[in-house]
């Protein structure tokens, strides 16, 4: 099975799950050994759809000042979360390609594995919410011809990233591409390097 194979089931699952109750407040019930990639897999996609409902909220005009203030705080430590997540992800495939001897002539990757995942999982949002408004009755031809435009073009990026991410594992699985991670280095969340916040200490 290719990797897209994995996360396609998974990320499918994840979505349909959070929307039983569509509520950014439901616990996540993940179905999956912890530890496991696909663990880890279902996570990334719960957070990040959770986080896509959040940013709907948010961008209502009506939002209570002090509400978004929280919200934004649960937006910001939802982004961190997900960037941990990645680099998990990311040292699953470190370990999974440690063995690998790298060609001389291997190049490296603009992005790794799991930042390209990161994107895929997102795009499976993008593509379940175009569906959602290509499937509405109360809209008119106009809005739903330009979803259903919109809906094909979300289909066909999911094919070539698909195939992208599967190529570039197989290129380190044969050490024709090496992996080189780099932590992600936020400093507006650490109070030691945001002036912010070690100015208040």
């Not at 940013?55 to 934004?72: G, Q, T």
């Not at 997900?82 to 291997?106: G, N």
């Not at 795009?123 to 109360?138: G, S």
């Amino acid at each position: 099975m290719k990797f897209t194979e994995l996360c396609d089931g998974i990320f499918n699952r994840s979505i349909a799950d959070y929307h039983k109750t569509d509520n950014v407040d439901t616990p996540i019930q993940n179905p999956f050994e912890k530890g496991t990639i696909e663990f880890f897999l279902y996570l990334k996609n719960w957070i990040d759809t959770v986080q896509w409902h959040f940013e709907d909220i948010i961008r209502d005009p009506e939002i209570n000042p002090e509400a978004a203030l929280v919200l934004k705080r649960r937006i910001d430590k939802s982004n961190q979360d997900r960037t941990d997540l990645v680099e998990m992800i990311d040292s699953y495939f470190l370990d999974t390609f440690k063995d690998v001897e790298v060609l001389p002539d291997a190049t490296i990757n603009t992005e790794s594995p799991a930042w390209a995942i990161d994107r895929l999982s997102i795009l499976y949002l993008k593509i379940y919410h175009m569906q959602v408004e290509v499937d509405r009755t109360d809209v008119s031809q106009e809005h739903h011809d330009k979803c259903a435009q919109k809906l094909g073009v979300l289909l066909t990026q999911r094919t070539d990233l698909t195939t992208a991410i599967d190529q570039l594992l197989d290129d380190i699985a044969a050490g024709r591409k090496y992996m080189k991670v780099y932590k992600q280095m936020k400093m507006y969340n650490d109070p030691n390097l945001n002036p912010v916040l070690y100015g208040n200490k």
